[in-house]
């Protein structure tokens, strides 16, 4: 299975059009934040796959209209998908994808670096990702695993993260690794200029996966 992985940085390799026949054998794409809806719905449009995506602390215009929706208890679908580009948003939630039988949680925003929105303390990050729990125990029983994917905006403190008080990761993201052993964090947030910059690094269970621009996944290969 092949995962194209967005953020921060609309991708002149994605947004052209040759994305067709570039990304022809995706089959999801995960959108990590700081992008414009717009740019997600030409890719959905364009390649006719799901995409599930979380806001970051940039590109926010269409923020407000999403974040009464973040119960932890999602389906495979979204009430506002018909007036949301195309795309699926999981920040607070986690969603089985009905076709590849996908576990993934979404948890979107930042550090709180200038009380901005979608900034969050790691106080508070640990409050919102407690409320995931009972639904990640609840496909522990019926799936034999929590989760398969994290879906972040913001690294783990120290893991792919810098430190310039923007860029910080969250340390509430490594407890969560640790008791819930996703195969997989995808985050962006910290810019890559660099293609050849390494991107991935593991965690115990979990391989953090920095998507900046963008990224191809194929969980073949990976896990």
């Known amino acids: 299975m092949k995962i194209l992985c967005v953020a921060d940085h609309r991708s002149p390799l994605v947004y052209s059009t040759g994305i067709k026949e570039r990304f022809k054998d995706v089959d999801l794409i995960l959108g990590a934040g700081d992008l414009p ?32 929706t973040n119960t932890p208890y999602a389906q495979d679908h979204n009430p506002l998908s018909h007036h949301s580009f195309g795309s699926i948003f999981v920040s607070g939630k986690v969603i089985k994808e009905k076709k590849s039988g996908l576990i993934i949680a979404g948890m979107g925003g930042s550090i709180d670096y200038n009380h901005g929105e979608n900034q969050y303390t790691d106080i508070q990050m640990y409050l919102k990702l407690f409320r995931l729990i009972p639904r990640l125990i609840w496909n522990r029983i019926f799936y034999g695993r929590y989760l398969d994917i994290f879906l972040t905006h913001s690294p783990p403190r120290g893991l792919n993260d810098r430190e310039d008080p923007c860029h910080k990761g969250f340390k509430s993201f490594l407890w969560f690794m640790d008791k819930f052993k996703p195969d997989f964090l995808i985050h962006g947030h910290i810019h890559l200029y660099d293609r050849n910059e390494k991107r991935d690094i593991q965690y115990k269970n979990t391989k953090i996966i920095n998507v900046y621009d963008y990224y191809l996944l194929n969980l073949e290969n990976n896990k």
């Open 37 to 68: 809806m717009d740019y997600y719905g030409y890719i959905v449009s364009s390649l006719n796959k799901k995409l599930f995506f979380v806001f970051g602390n940039h590109n926010l215009k269409h923020y407000n209209r999403f974040k009464g």
